[in-house]
């Protein structure tokens, strides 16, 4: 539930001890490690979008400290971070951005943006509704990441359900903003299959992603829908797609019976790659 505080709702915590460290210490010390893990910023310009991964840290942290550490020489520029991913529990038709003015992790509370989500609701396809967000771990997870590169910015969080790419990327388009804005698509990819199935299986997906074609299917990814839009951006605006880094949990944490693939993809603007 939202615990109101005055007249700002925080939507607190849903996945914190679960999916990653609830000790604000232990939080900050395990981002930072798997931050470590990689150089921060290449000789290029960093990219205006982001494909990471959701899974718990153990399994996609260093995949999505991977992304991350491409845009952490942003610390001064990005103001406001645009996140879209998956409806896993709430069936949804369109998008949901929340009621909730802010939110919490263990790290302290992040204010959503009132500017760019008034701007979306103004679509027929974006309704404001706090249960899509209760217990969403997608988004959640990306937080602690972005308070410990980011200084101060304002999110937008999008859950999305049942919807057309071509809807999806007209809203990103709405909100791309300037370099102070930063685009973030939450999504893992394969799901519950042998180590060389999933491996086979997340190839053939990156390749696609990577074509710039907006077909994927949730059997390749489960935010397939947010991936669709952002890749049908990318061929509207001849945005270039690469890939940063890709595993399954057979390489991380779990066994490789059953495994779930992960991959990070960064987006560029024209003559910024």
Not at 5 to 24: H, I, W
Not at 237 to 251: E, F, K, M, P, W
Request: net charge negative; charged share 20%.
């Amino acid at each position: 539930m939202l615990r109101e505080r005055g007249n700002t709702s925080v939507r607190p915590p849903a996945v914190a001890g679960l999916f990653y460290p609830d000790d604000e210490h232990e939080l900050r010390d395990a981002v930072s490690a798997y931050l470590a893990q990689h150089k921060t910023g290449t000789a290029g310009a960093p990219p205006k979008a982001l494909i990471v991964p959701h899974a718990g840290y153990i399994y996609s942290g260093g995949i999505a400290a991977a992304a991350y550490a491409t845009v952490a020489k942003l610390r001064d520029t990005i103001r406001r971070i645009v996140l879209i991913g998956p409806s896993h529990r709430v069936y949804l038709r369109g998008m949901a951005a929340p009621a909730a003015n802010a939110f919490a992790t263990p790290l302290g509370k992040v204010a959503v943006d009132q500017a760019l989500k008034c701007a979306l609701l103004q679509r027929g396809d974006v309704v404001e509704a706090d249960a899509p967000h209760a217990q969403e771990h997608c988004l959640e997870v990306q937080l602690p990441f972005l308070q410990m590169l980011f200084d101060d910015f304002t999110l937008l969080p999008l859950v999305l359900g049942s919807i057309a790419p071509e809807h999806v990327a007209a809203a990103l388009a709405e909100v791309w903003g300037d370099a102070a804005t930063l685009v973030l698509v939450s999504s893992d990819l394969s799901h519950y299959h042998t180590y060389e199935q999933a491996r086979q299986i997340d190839a053939a997906t990156s390749a696609s992603i990577l074509r710039r074609e907006p077909t994927l299917v949730g059997e390749q990814a489960c935010g397939a829908v947010g991936i669709n839009g952002l890749l049908h951006l990318a061929g509207q605006r001849d945005l270039t797609v690469s890939q940063i880094a890709r595993c399954n949990s057979g390489d991380t944490a779990g066994d490789r019976s059953r495994v779930v693939g992960y991959g990070a993809f960064a987006i560029h603007e024209p003559g910024h790659a």
